[in-house]
């Protein structure tokens, strides 16, 4: 089974840019696409990237998503207070068939 | 447009059966371009995925927790359900149910959540 590894925390200043690494053990990464959703407390998460790099209507153009390998990345270009959240990557796994989730990322604008 | 919102008990006893639900506005529960799933999230485990259905009751579950969990759709009442049973503190989480939409993020991505129900585990 897939194991997704991300830092437990990022931060920035207004306007930097912040990059989220999502690391697979397995080979599964290069197989399956990745997704990237937010998570704001009290609020439903949000999908903010699909299919590595695509980004679903309304999700600004600061989010950015690619994969390389067995590792992909978020990146947040211009960073604002609202971004403040936490952030999983997850993928479909088919050995045995499961969506996995990151161990998530705590992002702190400072 | 879409949404979806999950109603169910705060609080479950030790060993006993929890039992959430989803109601789904918007759309047919029986479109063809949706999956229904069912994620929770808690401090200790983060987010983690117990399952999906399909238009047709096709079911996939998390594999470590395939013994205890049942999905099953309502088309009359446009509502999809979880059950998961013989509960621990170790199943106290915020859950979530959400939908792809293959017309709007493809088939894989989680694209439309609810707000989420806390579920408590405690005698």
């Known amino acids: 089974q897939s194991v997704l590894t991300q830092p437990p925390s990022a931060s920035g200043t207004p306007g930097q840019r912040v990059t989220i690494s999502c690391s697979g053990a397995t080979s599964d990464m290069e197989i399956y696409t990745v997704d990237w959703y937010q998570l704001l407390p009290g609020t439903a998460p949000k999908l903010l990237i699909f299919y590595n790099n695509q980004r679903p209507s309304g999700v600004p153009d600061r989010f950015s998503g690619s994969k390389s390998g067995t590792s992909a990345s978020l990146v947040i270009s211009g960073l604002r207070s609202e971004d403040e959240a936490e952030y999983y990557c997850a993928l479909w796994d088919d050995n045995p068939y499961n969506y996995v989730f990151g161990t998530g990322t705590r992002v702190t604008v400072l | 447009q879409l949404q979806v919102q999950e109603s169910g008990p705060g609080l479950v006893r030790p060993s006993e059966t929890l039992s959430l639900t989803c109601a789904v506005s918007g759309v047919a529960i029986r479109g063809e371009t949706n999956f229904w799933g069912w994620i929770r999230q808690s401090p200790a485990k983060g987010m983690e995925f117990i399952g999906t259905i399909g238009y047709s009751g096709e079911t996939y579950y998390k594999p470590s927790l395939r013994s205890r969990v049942t999905m099953s759709i309502n088309t009359s009442s446009n509502h999809f359900s979880l059950t998961l049973s013989s509960v621990t503190a170790a199943d106290t989480a915020m859950y979530y149910c959400?939908?792809?939409?293959?017309?709007?993020?493809?088939?894989?991505?989680?694209?439309?959540w609810g707000q989420g129900t806390m579920v408590t585990v405690s005698s």
């Open positions: 959400a939908t792809t939409d293959t017309d709007l993020t493809g088939d894989s991505a989680f694209c439309i």
